[in-house]
């Protein structure tokens, strides 16, 4: 009915730059209202963290980490959610997901949390 589905990473040198997209998709006729969307990551053998986050208002947060370098924004024709990061280190290297709160109005109403499978990011040279 839901799924979100995102797509970007790869491999990039230190310094460099990577854009992640995460789009939500439905099943014809599903009616929804996107919230609260956003990005985390986990590192190999760490807990998954929240990098950044992004209300329906326009509202932005960022971890210690990735504040000055990462960019979340939405965009709401497309049903997309994006983190453009830039000057990348080694210690970004995880594999990142998209979350987001979504309410189902029709055929059924429903509250989701939804997330996506995630994507690798691995910085190295």
């Known amino acids: 009915q839901v799924q979100l589905v995102e797509s970007g990473g790869g491999l990039v040198q230190p310094g460099g730059s990577l854009r992640l997209s995460c789009a939500v998709s439905?099943?014809?006729?599903?009616?929804?209202?996107?919230?609260?969307t956003a990005w985390y990551r986990q590192a190999p053998g760490k807990e998954r963290e929240l990098v950044a986050s992004?209300?329906?208002?326009?509202?932005?947060s960022y971890s210690d980490s990735a504040k000055g370098r990462f960019t979340i924004s939405r965009d709401f024709a497309e049903n997309t959610v994006s983190l453009q990061m830039s000057s990348l280190k080694p210690e970004d290297t995880a594999v990142y997901s998209c979350h987001a709160d979504i309410y189902i109005l029709r055929p059924a109403t429903r509250v989701l949390d939804a997330w996506g499978r995630g994507t690798l990011v691995t910085v190295s040279s």
């Open positions: 992004i209300t329906s208002g326009g509202s932005t």
């Open positions: 439905t099943t014809p006729g599903t009616i929804f209202i996107t919230t609260a």
